[in-house]
């Protein structure tokens, strides 16, 4: 596992392999930690999460999730969804906030749905940092929408993030982007 540093308290996890879903890890000033998305199953996490949250449910952001971990959050149109590649977690509860308090970050939840029904992306204001999940990819790139996903939504989402005054983009796959 390959772990770079992005800013302060803020870490990218990479799995080697072909799939290379992105992890992020965030480290509170107390010592606690919470996760974004936990990869396919092939990082050795050498910690358990406080807290995680899961960009949506395709099994290479969800396979890490170990079942003793307490706070393991999903958007509700998660659940129930029979799209492929779908591996939600049995403990993962649905994310009941809008904005979750980890200091010193403050994460606020957006509904990005075209993915997935319930992907969402992640703004860490105080870094500027927008965890985008499967949604939006560095460059030009756009998650896919043959999954069960729709058109119509990613582009409505992709609007949304245009507005979210974010300054480097952390997707789930490849590489983070500063913002031009
Ligand atoms: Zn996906």
Known sequence: MERKQ???GVWQLQEEGTLCT???????????????????????FDFTPDICILTHGHFDH????????????LHVKEFG??????RIPKNAK???????????????IIHTPGHTPGSICIFERKNGILFSGDTKFAGEGVGRT????????????LKKIEGIPYKLLCPGHNECEERE
């Open 22 to 44: 992105n992890a992020y890890l965030l480290e509170s000033g107390g010592g606690k930690r919470l996760l974004v998305d936990s990869g396919c199953g092939n990082l050795d």
């Open 94 to 108: 649905k994310i009941d906030f809008d904005v979750l308090s980890f200091p010193p970050f403050s994460l606020e």
């Open 81 to 86: 969804f029979q799209g492929a590649y779908i």
């Open 146 to 157: 043959d999954l069960g996903g729709s058109e119509e939504e990613i582009e409505e989402s």
């Open 62 to 73: 969800t396979g890490g999730v170990e079942k003793e971990w307490k706070r393991v959050y």
């Open 6 to 8: 992005i800013a302060e």
